[in-house]
């Protein structure tokens, strides 16, 4: 995705993006295990305020992912 763009996103929306044939609910867990199986950047997730609870991924955090997993 040539046109992504750094913002807040929540993880339905950002996961569905990465796996757009799944369901949001299957979607959001292929994107959290992708997440949880890169320790570098599950770490630096937490660091920048991100909790298992949340349900928004910030600017901070988006620019994170896509820097460990590329742009969907």
Known sequence: MENFKIRSYSKKELALMFFPDSTPRVAVNHL??????????????????YKNSSKVFTPRQVQAIIEWLGAP
Request: glycine share 6%; aromatic share 6%.
């Open 32 to 49: 959290m295990a992708l997440i949880r199986c890169n320790d570098m950047l599950w770490d630096e997730l937490q660091k920048i305020g």
